[in-house]
């Protein structure tokens, strides 16, 4: 009985935390389109943007990534979960570079139409 109810309360902790990752997966889909800043952002990075943005414990972060949880002794969680954050690490690395070159090329246009206002008023 005991078991039972911790796998309910458990498996609605994650359907919650699902619908939140969803929600924000959508508010960012929502932001790429709306804005067009970031063209070379994909649908898989934006969905490891929302899973990050979600609050997970490990356990639910080791879950989500490992089958077999239950069966792990304390090392090798501690182990998978280390694989897992660099991962996770990884991926955030790959979405802040595409939004710092993005942010770049931004900037790069505005100084050259800076450039040319410039010129266009010194003649």
Do not use: C, H, W
């Not at 067009?36 to 934006?46: C, G, M, W």
Request: proline letters at 1%.
């Amino acid at each position: 009985m005991l078991k039972e109810e911790t796998a309910k309360i458990l498996k609605d902790k994650q359907r919650k935390t699902l619908e939140v990752e969803k929600e924000k997966l959508e508010n960012l889909k929502k932001v790429k389109e709306t804005e067009n800043l970031v063209p070379s952002i994909t649908e898989e990075n934006l969905a490891a943007t929302a899973n990050a943005k979600t609050k997970q414990s490990r356990g639910e972060i080791l879950r989500r990534y490992a089958k077999n949880t239950a069966e792990l002794n304390l090392k090798e969680r501690r182990v998978v979960f280390s694989k897992v954050q660099a991962m996770r690490a990884m991926q955030a690395k790959e979405v802040f570079l595409k939004e710092l070159a993005a942010i770049g090329k931004q900037l790069e246009k505005q100084k050259d139409t800076a450039a040319v206002d410039f010129e266009a008023r010194k003649a």
